[in-house]
């Protein structure tokens, strides 16, 4: 490595005009190369030595923020490193100090990975060094099993299981064959991380009826991966449970929308609009990432190829004229970069960090996946890139849990799949919104505002940026005019308020007001039904050529609901209790033969609605737990997943949070 780094600084010496290790007068070569041998190894024990203390001084800096100082800091040790030097002749121009310090760090980086290849042995004795270092510095670990749950977000039951079978994923098929089984699930109505996520941590997802939607008590827009939006959501989950959370007994959240009553956390959205301080800044993920300078220069090196990957694969799709397809410039080749390298390394570091921490439960969000299928399709060669590098990111910690100061157990679960087609825009040539204003009989621009993806990509950003920024053109509180109707999409679930009602309006009062509203809707050819409340029967849905069935028949004539499967009178029932469900619930189209429903959004994989993969995700346990379920059981809902959790982490070390009673559980379920 010594060797490597001085041969990298003398190229870079003869390479760089504003950087030299040898006198005006000229020096020997022998006195330029021990020149250059200093100056490497004094950088390499600077960056071992002096890094780590620089970035715990850094600890509450940003995440991305700390990630660019980076080369500055590590410019800068370079310039010590030089002025050190005995010769007294080498010197470097700052900005050139940072180009040489980065350069030096990824060939340093590139060169231990080489040289670790075909000796198998080199990672695992790194990973005992540092379980070993902590071991001494904590008492004995406990002796029972710390769970790690780790979430490949969007990632549907068929989808792993295709990707098992390419030979994609080799570390879940290898479980699947020795220590796990494979359960599918079905999600709520509302099929996306927010609803989902909240049930599983949290034990409730009550009132959650869509990604977005709008309060008529509060007159303002909800969106989960809104910052403020997830702090009062999981406020609302403590209270209707009780419950602090999944993670209230010695557990770490990363990554994740909300924190599951955990100690630990590193970029979780929910506590992002808070003071940071010592309750919630990110010691064991940011501190555990960051403090060998090699890995932020190697993630910054791969999100600038990720860029650039993206911006290829994008411009091959336009130039096949690929259907569907929906635009991918702008800020989303970064936003991609960012869940696909920047968030994934940070939470994977992050977990790892728990686990030799000896942590009894972790909870862990990885949304590469969720990100990509969103814009280029669930099953796309994009996507399954991304679970490749993901199941690489699951044999990474399974190796780390070698080497923790406790076993582990490590389960593998998503929060929801994903449904391909193409938008309802590229279909009939206009939004949702579009529709709606033409039934109430108001004009329709030529060119309406497209709405903003809601990936979970994005709320990390911000989150890892400390900048709670809202979703662009989403407002807390609509400036639009009152009597106007306000329509939000998530995936191809689409709602339709009227702000100036304060109650939640019977399908009489919206044909009194705007008599071809719902039939425009119901009738339409990209719209699979409505949910609507009647003043006669309670609740109804809508679907074409005049279908209205009420809420407590649909089991017995399910009508429009036939295509979506069993289950989804079930869904729809629950959504319809909500206090804050919207004026029209409206679910695309949906196609079983192909499972392709029409997004609302500009997404080709799509979720948040009712058709397809979207609303079936898996949960992959280790056998050495209790079955999810009796055989002949479903698991219905996040809510359902949450309890069978709770059962777990109760197996393995004791009560470690309330567990409810046998009965309690059915009735949740």
């Not at 540092?130 to 979430?151: E, H, K, Y």
């Not at 989403?474 to 400036?479: F, I, V």
Request: hydrophobic share 40%; charged share 20%; aromatic share 6%.
């Amino acid at each position: 490595m010594w060797a490597v780094s001085t041969v990298t600084m003398l190229v870079l010496a003869g390479i760089l005009p504003d950087f030299q290790l040898q006198s005006a007068n000229g020096d020997s070569a022998t006195r330029i190369a021990v020149t250059a041998a200093f100056g490497a190894g004094a950088f390499g024990l600077l960056s071992a030595l002096v890094w780590p203390l620089l970035v715990r001084l850094l600890l509450l800096v940003p995440a991305l923020v700390l990630g660019l100082l980076v080369f500055f800091l590590n410019g800068s040790l370079l310039l010590v490193a030089l002025r050190i030097n005995p010769s007294g002749d080498s010197e470097a121009a700052p900005e050139t100090a940072v180009i040489v310090a980065a350069v030096m760090s990824a060939v340093a980086s590139a060169t231990g990975a080489a040289l670790a290849v075909r000796d198998d042995d080199a990672y695992r004795r790194r990973l005992y060094r540092l379980a070993d270092r902590r071991r001494r510095s904590r008492p004995p670990g406990p002796s029972s099993p710390g769970t790690v749950f780790l979430q490949l977000d969007g990632v549907g039951h068929d989808v792993l299981l295709a990707a098992v079978g390419k030979g994609v994923m080799p570390t879940v098929a290898r479980w699947l064959e020795s220590t796990h089984r494979l359960t599918p699930w079905r999600t709520d109505w509302s099929s996306q991380t927010g609803a989902s996520q909240l049930g599983i941590l949290h034990g409730s997802n009550h009132d959650i009826p869509a990604f977005r939607w709008y309060e008529k008590d509060s007159r303002e827009v909800m969106v989960c991966n809104r910052p403020t939006s997830a702090a009062e959501l999981q406020r609302r989950a403590v209270e209707h449970t009780g419950d602090g959370g999944l993670l209230t007994a010695d557990g770490a959240s990363r990554g994740n929308l909300f924190s599951g009553g955990a100690d630990e956390q590193a970029l979780v959205l929910s506590i992002a609009t808070r003071r940071r301080g010592r309750e919630n800044r990110s010691r064991a993920g940011y501190f555990a990432y960051f403090s060998d300078p090699a890995n932020a220069v190697r993630t910054a090196m791969s999100f600038v190829a990720e860029v650039g990957r993206e911006s290829g694969q994008s411009i091959r799709a336009r130039i096949r004229r690929q259907r569907p397809r929906v635009a991918r410039g702008g800020l989303y080749p970064f936003v991609r970069a960012f869940a696909t390298v920047v968030e994934r390394d940070v939470v994977v570091a992050a977990v790892m960090g728990d686990m030799l921490a000896g942590r009894t439960a972790v909870y862990a969000d990885l949304v590469a996946y969720d990100e990509v299928a969103h814009h280029s399709g669930p099953t796309s060669r994009d996507a399954e890139k991304v679970l490749d590098r993901l199941d690489r990111a699951l044999a990474l910690i399974a190796n780390v849990a070698e080497h923790a100061p406790r076993p582990y157990r490590i389960v593998v679960l998503s929060d929801h799949g994903q449904s391909p087609g193409e938008t309802f825009r590229a279909r009939y040539g206009l939004g949702l919104g579009d529709l709606v204003r033409a039934g109430c009989g108001l004009p329709v621009p030529r060119r309406a505002q497209r709405t903003h993806s809601g990936a979970e990509a994005r709320a990390a950003v911000r989150a890892a940026l400390r900048r709670p920024v809202e979703e662009g053109g989403e407002q807390h509180r609509p400036s639009r005019r009152r009597s106007e109707p306000l329509v939000l999409a998530s995936g191809n679930l689409g709602l339709v308020s009227f702000p100036d009602v304060p109650h939640r309006m019977s399908k009489e009062e919206i044909d009194a007001r705007h008599p071809a509203l719902l039939t425009t809707l119901a009738n339409h050819p990209g719209v699979g039904f409505l949910l609507v409340r009647s003043e006669e029967h309670g609740g109804v849905v809508l679907g074409a050529y005049g279908a209205e069935i009420p809420l407590d028949q649909l089991d017995d004539k399910p009508g429009p609901l036939e295509a979506f499967g069993p289950g989804a009178a079930d869904a729809v029932r629950r959504t319809h209790s909500f206090p804050h469900t919207a004026d029209i619930m409206v679910n695309s189209f949906h196609d079983p033969a192909d499972g392709e429903v029409l997004a609302f959004e500009e997404q080709i994989g799509s979720h948040g609605g009712l058709g397809g993969a979207q609303g079936r995700p898996f949960l992959l346990s280790p056998v050495a737990f209790s079955e999810p379920v009796e055989d002949g059981r479903e698991i219905v809902g996040a809510e359902h997943i949450h309890h069978i959790l709770r059962r777990w982490l109760w197996e393995t070390d004791g009560p470690q949070v309330p567990v409810t009673d046998e009965g309690e559980q059915e009735r949740a379920a």
